[in-house]
């Protein structure tokens, strides 16, 4: 213990091979700033017209969680959007399943399916 004080303020001069440790810095290096390479986005839908920002985001890659409540009111409306994201999740070879008394849609990428099986009660 003294020594390793001495050694930091400066005081021991000496060293020997066995005084320092080989790091592997591999472990510890950032890999290049590299994103994730899948994002979780969240997205409202309140008309058709918001569909195009929700269907880039799923053919980029990512899973969007979309609020379609505002829809409800117009069955056309909520019709429409849903066989939209539909026809995004089929193209993408993608998912898509309703939740909370369909008020959220999740929409996933090509290799990202959706477990219809509930965890717990």
Not at 39 to 68: C, F
């Amino acid at each position: 213990m003294v020594k390793i004080i001495d050694t930091l303020l400066g005081k021991s001069t000496s060293h020997s091979d066995e005084d320092y440790m080989e790091l592997d810095l591999a472990s510890y290096e950032d890999h290049g700033g590299a994103g994730p390479a899948l994002l979780v986005k969240i997205a409202t839908i309140s008309d058709l017209k918001d569909t195009p920002r929700v269907k880039d985001e799923v053919y980029s890659g990512n899973i969007v969680i979309v609020d379609i409540s505002r829809l409800k009111m117009d069955k056309i409306s909520y019709e429409r959007v849903l066989k939209d994201l539909k026809e995004v999740a089929k193209d993408v070879n993608g998912d898509i399943i309703g939740l909370g008394d369909q008020r959220y849609v999740v929409l996933t990428p090509m290799s990202v399916k959706i477990s219809r099986d509930k965890i717990g009660a």
